[in-house]
DNA sequence: GCCAACGTTGGC
DNA sequence: GCCAACGTTGGC
């Protein structure tokens, strides 16, 4: 079992989306990012995600989500009418990939990027690194249990 | 292969 | 809105 991270705008798609979606289960698509590309691909059922809000009043970490289905084809990639679409990548050897996740739980309360900053346990925490721009990495435990432990 | 131009991300 | 830090594109 694995731990990753996921980042997402919240006027985009939220946590509570992600609660109040069908079966609490959304699609995690549109990523086209090479990078992040491939770590959705390493991602397994049953993985565990902390779920972080960027680019909103306070960016953090703010809930917790699972894997339940690995990677497959990102069919918004074929389709024109989506803004998502990207001609160059074929239906017979697919390009993008995304993954299911479903809601876990919330965190009783944001853990902010101000704070994961100031724990020295989180210095190589990847969403930390400097010019970090990636929208799925991977999370070691030691991260994992330093950032839950602020709850 | 190099590199300039451009687009995007995301904190502030 | 600003800007740093990327990734991508395309000419050469």
Redesign the pocket.
Known sequence: MAYWLV?S?PDAFSIDDLKNAPRRTEHWDGV????ARNYLREMARGDEVLF?H???PE?GVVGIAKVVKAAYPDHTAFDPDSKYFDP?SDPTEPRWFMVDLRFTRKLKRTIS??EL?EDPALEDFVLLR??????VMPVDERAWKAVLAKE
């Open positions: 980042k705008e086209r990012n090479y990078q972080y960027s680019s909103c960016p160059k990027l101000a900053k400097k010019g970090n721009r990636l929208s």
